[in-house]
């Protein structure tokens, strides 16, 4: 399973940008799928998970303005995000495993080069 994830760029508060990753090698369709994001110094957190079954999970500090969506048809997974502020910036990561689902690192086989997000205040 190869992800390449996309849509990255520079944008100032209070804009939106729409990231995607494209899932290769194998159908996405029973996959859970999640995008994390680090900055410099920090380890990566958790932003948010969309399960093959359909049903979302947000971490607190995105929820309500960011939202997780896929398209199994296109093997992707996108991520609009709204309301951005200058702490989103980061590089973000779409990640995916067979069976689990959880909002660690560890809990994620296969992960994207990442995508830069730059929020300019």
């Known amino acids: 399973v190869q992800l390449q994830a996309s849509g990255g760029g520079l944008v100032q508060a209070g804009g939106s940008l729409r990231l995607s990753c494209v899932v290769s090698g194998r159908t996405s369709r029973f996959l859970h799928m999640a995008w994390f994001r680090q900055v410099p110094g920090k380890e990566r957190e958790f932003v948010s998970v969309v399960r093959w079954s359909g049903s979302r999970t947000y971490s607190d500090s995105v929820n309500g303005r960011f939202t997780i969506s896929r398209e199994n048809a296109k093997n992707a997974v996108y991520l609009q995000m709204d309301s951005l502020k200058t702490e989103d910036s980061g590089i973000y990561y779409c990640?995916?495993?067979?069976?689990?689902?959880?909002?660690?690192?560890?809990?994620?086989?296969?992960w994207g080069q990442g995508t830069e997000v730059t929020v300019s205040s």
């Open positions: 990640a995916a495993d067979f069976s689990r689902y959880g909002q660690r690192t560890v809990d994620y086989d296969y």
